[in-house]
């Protein structure tokens, strides 16, 4: 499978064109339930071997993943499941999910998460105890991502997010597994830098992937934004003109990117690549991706970029 051909122009050339470039390159998308024409588009959009994260919806039967992920495994993706350790009832009910993503879709990826529950169904409570049990590496799992928050955490004070942060990662290193960071995805660039910065000066360097929202409409992105928690920096969207912009009805975080890739200039905050949750749509957010991903984008004074010609974005 290769990425369609598209009519874009030639990349630019220039320092920030190829930060830009360089920071998107192996970026990642979230997907919810795609339907097959979903699938499809998306293999028209992306390279193989892309990595398709794999929502869990609490209020869907946990086999449906399993389905995703045979469907995104057989179109050439490489799927990583979300397994929300508060949904399930029991160890055994979770074990045979994993033995199945490992049998069925070969799936040797997972983000471990607690979920969004208030009380857990079964036994766990955390994504730690998930880690720690073992399950994993058993079913042939070889690496978890764990979940960041550059902008703090609705109900959780700074300090136990970083116990919480610290304990995954030992537990996954006591237990052989490789380990990367995904963000929660968030409106502004400064909470990022300093988020990578922090994690590097606490010694954390494991690889992060940085959440953000794909290409989508502004109310729609005003609405996931409060109902993922991050409202404070939401009210702050419509005052951030690059991401605020609205292409063809669609607010893109170009400029955050931009300032993201400048910082990272040169390896300074580690080994740093981005994650998209595509609530405009997996194919469009993947298609507007990859082309900035490729260059073809055009700087846009001191603010963010847009990707060349707007008939990229689907």
């Known amino acids: 499978m290769t990425a369609a051909a ?5 990349p630019r050339e220039g320092a ?3 930060n830009i470039a360089a920071l998107m390159g192996g970026f990642s998308v979230e997907a919810t339930r795609p339907s097959a024409a979903e699938v499809a588009a998306l293999q028209q959009a992306v390279p193989a071997g892309t990595h398709v994260y794999v929502t869990a919806v609490v209020t869907r039967p946990s086999h449906e993943s399993v389905d995703t992920a045979v469907a995104l495994r057989r179109a050439g993706f490489e799927p990583i499941p979300h397994i929300a350790v508060r949904n399930f009832p029991s160890v055994a009910v979770l074990d045979r999910l994993l033995a199945r993503l490992a049998d069925e879709a070969q799936v040797r990826r997972v983000l471990a998460v607690g979920g969004d529950r208030d009380q857990p169904a079964g036994f766990f409570h955390a994504a730690v105890e998930l880690i720690d049990s073992g399950l994993l590496g058993r079913r042939g799992i070889t690496e978890i991502g764990i979940a960041g928050y550059p902008e703090g955490h609705p109900r959780l004070p700074q300090l136990e997010l970083d116990r919480a942060l610290a304990a995954k990662i030992d537990a996954a290193q006591q237990t052989g597994l490789a380990i990367h960071i995904v963000t929660q995805f968030g409106f502004s660039a400064e909470p990022i830098v300093r988020f990578l910065a922090r994690l590097r000066d606490l010694g954390i360097d494991q690889p992060v992937r940085v959440g953000l929202a794909g290409p989508t ?8 934004a409060r109902r993922c928690g991050v409202k404070a920096s939401a009210q702050g969207l419509t005052r951030q003109a690059g991401l605020a912009r609205q292409v063809f009805g669609m607010a893109a975080p170009d400029a955050i990117i931009r300032i993201v890739a400048n910082a990272c200039v040169g390896g300074a905050l580690g080994d740093v690549m981005l994650h998209f949750f595509a609530f405009g749509g997996t194919a469009a957010t993947a298609r507007w991706a990859n082309a900035a991903a490729a260059g073809h984008i055009a700087i846009e004074g001191s603010e963010g970029f847009r990707v060349e010609p707007p008939a990229a974005m689907g």
């Open 6 to 10: 598209s009519p874009l122009a030639p």
């Open 16 to 18: 920030e064109y190829t």
């Open 217 to 224: 409409g502004l109310a729609s992105l005003l609405r996931y």
